[in-house]
């Protein structure tokens, strides 16, 4: 069983960072891979990237140059960089070990 947990959302203008946390607790989860969705209102969920457990990265063309992708393993913890924000951008983002999930945090992007 493992539990995540992301913090870190909130309301950025166009242009701002933001970085969000996923905090993973429970069997093995510090040498799992982690990945990174996105659902926008009205949208089907979006693969945004994932790190695995050596740290090797691999992002969607939609956040690639923009986003980066971190992990501190010590602390069972996997960071999301987000630069250059864009309105496009806004959407829930959710952490995931196969085939556990988070809840969810929100990330609105004004324009």
């Known amino acids: 069983q493992v539990q995540l947990v992301e913090s870190g959302g909130g309301l950025v203008q166009a242009g701002g960072s933001l970085r969000l946390s996923c905090a993973a607790s429970?069997?093995?989860?510090?040498?799992?891979?982690l990945a990174w969705y996105r659902q926008a209102p009205g949208k089907p969920r979006e693969w945004g990237g994932i790190i695995s457990s050596g740290r090797d990265t691999n992002y969607s063309d939609s956040v690639k140059g923009r986003f980066t992708i971190s992990r501190d393993n010590a602390k069972n913890t996997v960071f999301l960089q987000m630069n250059s924000l864009k309105p496009a951008d806004t959407a829930v983002y959710s952490c995931?070990?196969?085939?556990?999930w988070g809840q969810g945090t929100q990330v609105p992007v004004s324009s």
């Open positions: 429970g069997s093995s989860c510090s040498i799992s891979a």
């Open positions: 995931t070990i196969f085939p556990y």
